[in-house]
């Protein structure tokens, strides 16, 4: 029950940074993380849980835009680690942007670094969390960027706010999930739960007493700042009997959007208005499960948490906890969208638009210098001789960009990149189109999959360059839906589809005045997506698939930004601390 009173006290700081006055001037704030182990009891298991300052989830990060931050992170357990703060620009700072082997070496055991950075031009909500295996498992957090001016959603008494965090429990060591999946060349074990918070909710074994629940007040209006932080799943999320309103997606606002559910990729986030309009002394369900695309098993489960209204009658017993629990669980049919409603989540991701106020306006490029086109695929492999693989038709499960299966390299590819000393680390010759053409989304999903080839490779760009990335599904093994993440850079999603994209036809089609601006996006399962990209952050950036699985099996790349001409638009130095391979 310790991470309930973690819950309390985060969710006062939070309010309390929204009532304090927006600052004249920005500061510099400090965080100290200790990556260690935690015995957390869950689902009638206590197991050791990577942890953060002994909490899981981790500690919010509440700054203001426009501040200097510095987060030392002292690793305390055997493994190496890092932490990617998501979402966060990292102008000329690719030094603390955090993958392990693209922007640093890893921090070694008993060895800390501290990431520096400014937070600049951007506000709202955000995330942290593991770049290093499948650590983000449990180490994760919030990222919270309070604006300097008022929210541009006025006219609500807003009262509070309230931060949903959905991730994944395994009652398995994760480290060894994931080293069993590249052993066999299978797919991984699934999840044994879903959680709000930390907790999972009255619906799995042992876990009635681990529920994250909210008190509101009747008649006021909350700020939720929902983050999926699940490693392998995108969900769905609603709150029974309330109407969400969406205003802003990934640190930007938006257009006011209503809806009755949410679907969030992991790595997205969605903040929403409610409106506590429903009497005092209620209670509602906030739940969340799977969106669910692909062929694969997954956990096919329900987390559950509760909106409770101050102002309660009758005093509380187990049995009318019970009743009360049973009741309200009945309306979780008309909150949440079917596992399999692609249409629901079509129609969701459509609705969200740019604010492109005159405050805020939508700085897509309508025009490009570069174009890449890259197929997004989940590859069979033939099975090394004198092995066994588990795989389907007793091959091998990787994944691939352009037939690609990304590889880190054993150093830091940033670091080589600035030290000119890339021989043996990587190469700048990602195929800037599929270097087959086929009909990517019609073919047989086994018969005509194919091997890919690894390596280590990215593309280049001029600093200042409007470049323009359609990523193409493949129907190999599956058509999936895939949440694609960039680094360094927010990107507009231009344009989508269902089937092949057309080169001739679908641009026409674009979006170029108010496009969602994000920094992950799910490429829709059997289509295409395309995004733009302001290209004016030096250093080198990672591109990968959100599903943590899949970027185990190699769906990523990466990309150079060269420096631009003047001093202030070139990587900054090194800092003395990185750590060293």
């Not at 909490?55 to 055997?78: F, L, M, S, W």
């Not at 082997?101 to 955000?126: A, H, M, N």
Request: glycine share 6%.
């Amino acid at each position: 029950m310790e991470n309930l009173g973690f819950l309390i006290i985060s969710t006062f700081l939070l309010i309390f940074a929204t009532l304090l006055p927006y600052p004249s001037a920005s500061t510099t704030r400090r965080f100290h993380f200790n990556v260690e182990w935690k015995k957390v009891t869950r689902l009638c298991h206590t197991k050791q849980l990577l942890t953060v300052n002994g909490q899981y989830p981790g500690p919010t990060v509440a700054v203001h835009e426009g501040d200097t931050v510095e987060i030392k992170v002292t690793n305390r357990i055997a493994q190496n680690t890092t932490i990617h703060w998501h979402g966060l620009r990292q102008y000329r700072t690719g030094w603390a942007d955090g993958p392990a082997y693209i922007t640093q070496c890893p921090i070694r055991s008993k060895q800390s670094y501290t990431y520096r950075f400014k937070v600049e031009d951007q506000r709202g909500t955000l995330l942290w969390h593991a770049h290093h295996s499948w650590q983000r498992a449990s180490v994760y957090g919030a990222f919270i960027i309070y604006p300097r001016q008022p929210y541009p959603f006025s006219g609500s008494n807003i009262q509070s706010e309230i931060p949903i965090i959905l991730g994944e429990w395994w009652n398995d060591d994760v480290d060894m999930v994931e080293k069993e999946m590249m052993k066999t060349g299978a797919g991984a074990k699934v999840s044994d739960a879903y959680t709000l918070n930390g907790l999972p909710g009255p619906l799995y074994p042992c876990s009635t007493k681990d529920t994250f629940t909210a008190t509101v007040d009747a008649g006021k209006t909350y700020i939720l700042r929902v983050i999926n932080a699940a490693l392998n799943n995108e969900l769905f999320l609603a709150v029974a009997n309330h109407t969400l309103t969406v205003v802003e997606v990934d640190a930007v606002y938006t257009k006011p959007v209503h809806t009755k559910a949410i679907m969030i990729a992991p790595g997205q986030t969605t903040t929403f208005l409610l409106r506590a309009d429903q009497l005092s002394g209620g209670e509602f369900i906030i739940a969340a499960t799977p969106y669910v695309t692909s062929v694969f098993p997954f956990n096919n489960s329900t987390a559950f948490g509760f909106l409770r209204y101050s102002g309660r009658s009758k005093p509380e017993n187990s049995e009318n906890t019970r009743r009360r629990r049973r009741l309200t669980a009945m309306s979780t049919v008309a909150a949440l969208p079917n596992m399999l409603d692609t249409k629901f989540a079509t129609k969701f991701s459509d609705s969200i638009k740019s604010l492109g106020s005159a405050e805020y306006p939508c700085k897509v490029p309508t025009k490009i210098d570069k174009r890449v086109i890259t197929t997004i695929s989940l590859n069979l492999q033939d099975c090394p001789p004198n092995q066994t693989c588990e795989g389907y038709a007793g091959k091998r499960f990787f994944a691939s960009m352009n037939n690609i299966s990304f590889i880190r390299p054993p150093m830091s590819i940033l670091e080589s990149y600035y030290k000119k000393q890339s021989k043996g680390v990587f190469s700048l010759d990602f195929p800037e189109k599929p270097p087959n053409r086929f009909d990517f989304t019609g073919v047989d999903p086994v018969s005509e999959n194919m091997n890919t080839e690894f390596g280590t490779k990215l593309f280049e760009v001029e600093f200042g360059s409007r470049l323009e990335i359609v990523f193409q599904g493949t129907s190999f093994l599956n058509i999936e839906n895939h949440p694609l993440h960039v680094h360094g850079h927010n990107f507009f999603v231009v344009g989508r589809g269902f089937g092949n994209f057309d080169p001739e036809k679908d641009p026409k089609r674009y979006n170029l005045v108010d496009p969602p601006e994000r920094n992950t996006f799910a490429v829709p399962t059997g289509g295409w997506a395309a995004i733009r990209i302001n290209a004016d952050n030096p250093g080198v950036w990672f591109i990968h698939c959100h599903l943590e699985q899949h970027t185990s099996w190699g769906l990523a790349m990466g990309f150079i930004v060269k420096d631009g001409p003047l001093p202030s638009q070139t990587l900054l130095r090194p800092p003395h601390d990185l750590p060293q391979c």
